[in-house]
């Protein structure tokens, strides 16, 4: 079954201090992985993307994520949080696929993320 | 391009009673997707369309739930004879044909009491 999992429910580091979020999936076939981040009473943005090619994505405000076949994983990473990074993440594998796109995602359960200022 | 609009976003109601939401996607996008999303939860698909034909449904749709996009524009949500069980987040969201990245709307926060 597809399914994404998002084993960490919530994460507290300190401002400047680097950030991992763990994600692992469970799909057929190669899987379109997805990062969102959703803010208080904010819809989701989407933050990075991997389909294929290199391994390693870079997304907006400083994230990235490395996809590793071996492992089902798609880690989220950022060097230096800031206090502005503070809120829900989404992990998501593209499960519905046609000719025109992707048009179903799994989402994982989500990882809350506190700063300390 | 001014995003996703959803309206209400926020709906309290009495369990029984119908409720109806409404999504304005993004302009020229033709695909238009709903999502429901509990407490402590991620998003999950309920249904989505392609202009205005409606290309898949969840099993979390049930026979209460129905949703419209009858000129390929905008879409409704209804939820007929409404359950505490209801009560959620509906979010839409919107895409290009061919895209694989959806924009999601700020979503509707429905509370059933």
């Known amino acids: 079954a597809q399914s994404v999992t998002q084993p960490d429910i919530h994460i507290t580091v300190s401002e400047g201090a680097s950030l991992e979020l763990r994600c692992n999936y469970s799909y057929g076939a190669t899987p379109y992985l997805f990062w969102y981040v959703q803010s208080p009473g904010q819809g989701l943005q989407l933050l990075l993307k991997?389909?294929?090619?290199?391994?390693l994505v870079q997304g907006i405000k400083g994230f990235e994520a490395e996809f590793k076949r071996s492992q089902s994983s798609f880690n989220l990473r950022k060097p230096s949080v800031h206090w502005s990074d503070a809120a829900e993440y989404f992990c998501?594998?593209?499960?519905?696929?046609?000719?025109?796109?992707?048009?179903?995602?799994?989402f994982g359960t989500g990882t809350r993320l506190k700063v300390l200022a | 391009d001014t995003g996703v609009s959803q309206n209400p976003r926020h709906k309290i109601t009495k369990r029984g009673q119908n409720v109806t939401f409404r999504c304005d996607p993004i302009?020229?996008?033709?695909?238009l997707y709903w999502y429901r999303q509990t407490l402590g939860q991620g998003p999950e698909f309920l249904t989505y369309f392609q202009n205005e034909a409606q290309l898949e449904k969840s099993r979390l749709l049930s026979d209460r739930f129905s949703a419209e996009r009858p000129k390929g524009s905008f879409s409704t949500l209804e939820i007929q004879r409404t359950e505490q069980g209801d009560s959620a987040m509906y979010l839409c969201?919107?895409?290009?044909?061919?895209?694989?990245?959806?924009?999601f709307g700020q979503g509707t926060r429905l509370t059933v009491v």
């Open positions: 969201a919107s895409s290009k044909t061919g895209s694989t990245e959806a924009f």
């Open positions: 991997y389909f294929s090619g290199d391994t």
């Open positions: 998501a594998v593209g499960a519905g696929r046609d000719t025109s796109g992707t048009y179903k995602y799994i």
């Open positions: 302009s020229e996008h033709n695909r």
